[in-house]
């Protein structure tokens, strides 16, 4: 098995009314010798927004703000701005996070050109409707049970007649157009769905209908394993390497304690991630200590973000959802496992 080690806890919730009950699932970025985290962070009546934090060096705090830099203004966000990732393509930065409504959980996107202004881009994923989906999904056959038994309460009338979607989350861009069209990883649970445009203009309600007419195709993963056999998602952005792009996401198993997240990873085609080359058979690290066994959420490893310093990768995830921690495994090794366990190898539960 590969060997993992945990750094710690990086960053803490402070007394500030944006952060007092949570910091969590980090957007991490290395750029200008500096590591740039964008974290989620959770004030009171779980209201979320984006907080802010400079790194020296992986586990050096030198700057953190006091209040957020991302935060709800519009009616698609207005109960929170949650669980961002972030990748630099074409000299812009892409912050994608997840958009809560308070009924509505959707992917939105923000630009900026330098880390400091952002121009919010709105919702990015298919707001559909439960029937809608269902009827597009089920066409040509029929699809997993699963997506019928997570989405199906999507279906029930919302209060004051609001419009009930089916959630999707997990935004994360490739970092780098392949074959000049942007790929991203989405999910509806309970699968990794990926999509891939030559603009963010392309994503019309016309592409999701044709997307899910062909959902099958979409499905870049879906639980295989033990410890991701309830549902999986996306979590860091992919990091290119010469044998594939690396995939760390999250996988989560029932338990009589309720449901455990753990780190995942998993190695896909560099000029076309829908095809899976390999993938570990077992969780690349999950919850073992106290501060990612209790909290706000019990037993959670939720992966977000990455940095690559020589051959060591650091992880950064949020830990119980109440904090932020940080693991490092060998790059050059992890690699080296995941080929151990390439698909046409491997044995399923």
């Known amino acids: 098995m590969i060997e993992v080690k945990k750094e710690g806890i990086i960053l803490k919730k402070r007394a500030l009314d944006f952060e007092c009950e949570g910091v969590l699932n980090p957007a991490v970025i290395s750029y200008n010798n500096f590591i740039h985290i964008f974290y989620r962070a959770v004030g009171k009546g779980n209201y979320s927004s984006i907080g802010y934090c400079r790194l020296s060096s992986p586990m050096q705090i030198e700057e953190q703000f006091d209040s957020p830099v991302l935060f709800p203004q519009y009616d698609y966000e207005v109960h929170g701005v949650e669980d961002p990732r972030i990748v630099l393509i074409d000299d812009l930065f892409y912050l994608t996070y997840t958009a809560y409504d308070g009924i509505n959980a959707l992917g939105a996107l923000a630009v900026s050109p330098d880390l400091q202004t952002w121009e919010k881009k709105g919702i990015i994923t298919p707001q559909i409707m439960y029937d809608a989906f269902k009827l597009l999904a089920e066409s040509k056959g029929i699809i997993n049970e699963k997506y019928l038994r997570f989405n199906e309460d999507f279906r029930f009338p919302a209060k004051q007649d609001q419009k009930i979607m089916v959630w999707d989350k997990n935004v994360i861009f490739f970092p780098r157009r392949i074959n000049g069209k942007l790929h991203f990883l989405h999910r509806i649970r309970p699968d990794i769905q990926l999509a891939a445009v030559q603009e963010l203009e392309d994503l019309t309600q016309e592409f999701w209908q044709n997307y899910f007419l062909k959902i099958e195709e979409g499905i870049v993963l879906t639980s295989k394993y033990k410890h991701e056999v309830s549902y999986i998602g996306g979590g860091c952005p992919p990091v290119e390497t010469e044998h594939g792009w690396l995939l760390i996401y999250h996988g989560v198993h029932d338990t009589i304690k309720g449901y455990v997240?753990?780190?995942?990873?998993?190695?896909?085609?560099?000029?076309?991630?829908?095809?899976?080359?390999?993938?570990?058979?077992?969780?690349?690290?999950?919850?073992?200590?106290?501060?990612?066994?209790?909290?706000?959420?019990?037993?959670?490893?939720?992966?977000?973000?990455?940095?690559?310093?020589?051959?060591?990768?650091?992880?950064?995830?949020?830990?119980?959802?109440?904090k932020i921690a940080c693991a490092s495994v060998s790059l050059s090794a992890l690699v080296e496992e995941l080929l151990l366990n390439r698909k046409k190898d491997e044995t399923t539960i």
């Open 261 to 322: 997240y753990t780190a995942c990873a998993a190695l896909l085609d560099l000029n076309n991630p829908f095809v899976e080359i390999a993938r570990l058979p077992y969780a690349l690290f999950k919850p073992d200590n106290v501060w990612e066994l209790e909290g706000y959420v019990n037993n959670v490893c939720f992966p977000t973000g990455t940095v690559l310093v020589n051959d060591i990768l650091y992880i950064y995830y949020g830990a119980a959802d109440d």
